[in-house]
C-alpha cells in the first residue's frame, strides 16, 4: 500500500489531426500530485468523489480490536488512510467540475475490495485544499475516462521507460 505501480497511456500530439500513444510505466504514490481532467458528464466527474468529514472519532482512540489491528494513518507512506479518514461520520459527492486542471497532492492509495465483483479496486485519495475533506479516486475508471490526466511526481522519483 501507498505506491502503485502503473502502466499509463501517454497522448502526444504527432500531427494536428493524429495522436500516437506511448506507454509509460511509472510508480506513484504519496507525496505526487495527481491532475484532474475533465469529467464525461456536464456538471460532476463520474470517478471522482469529494467527502467531507463531519464528527472524528474521539482522540484517543478507544482501545477496540478494531483500533488495535488498525492503529493510524501513516503520512509518509499512505497506509492506513481509509482506516483514519471513515472511521466517524461524513458527507459525499459526486466531485463539481471546478476541480477540472487542478493539482492535487496524493495522501495515500490503496486496494480495497471491490463491493460489486468482489475483485481489487485501486483507490487513491487526493488533499483537496478545503479543511476535513478528502477526494477519492476510482483510479482505474478514472485514468481509462481522462478524469485524471497525468501525474507529476516528486524529484525523488524516476520515471522508468
Known amino acids: 500500500m501507498g505506491r502503485l505501480l502503473i502502466l499509463l497511456v501517454w497522448f ?20 505526487d500530485t495527481a491532475v484532474i481532467g475533465k469529467s464525461n458528464g456536464a456538471e460532476v466527474f463520474a470517478y471522482l468523489d469529494i467527502f467531507r468529514k463531519t464528527r472524528w472519532d474521539p482522540d484517543p482512540l478507544p482501545l477496540d480490536s478494531f483500533s488495535m489491528k488498525y492503529p493510524t494513518y ?31 497532492e496524493i495522501l495515500g492509495i490503496e486496494v480495497l475490495v471491490d463491493t460489486k465483483t468482489g ?25 481509462k475516462y ?9 524529484n525523488n522519483k524516476q520515471i522508468d521507460r
Not at 472511521?87 to 492535487?104: I, T, V
Not at 481489487?120 to 485514468?143: E, H, Q, R
Not at 481522462?146 to 516528486?154: A, H, R
Request: cysteine-free.
Open 12 to 31: 502526444m500530439s504527432v500531427s494536428p489531426s493524429l495522436k500516437a500513444q506511448q506507454k509509460v510505466e511509472m510508480e506513484i504514490g504519496t507525496g
Open 74 to 104: 501513516d503520512s509518509a507512506t499512505g497506509n492506513g488512510f481509509y482506516r483514519y479518514f471513515f472511521r466517524g461520520d461524513f458527507d459525499a459527492a459526486e466531485l463539481p467540475n471546478a476541480f477540472e486542471g487542478r493539482e492535487l
Open 119 to 143: 475483485g481489487p479496486k485501486n483507490i487513491m485519495y487526493l488533499k483537496s485544499g478545503i479543511p476535513d475533506t478528502v477526494i477519492w479516486v476510482d483510479f482505474d475508471d478514472a485514468l
Open 146 to 154: 481522462g478524469e485524471i490526466e497525468t501525474f507529476v511526481l516528486n
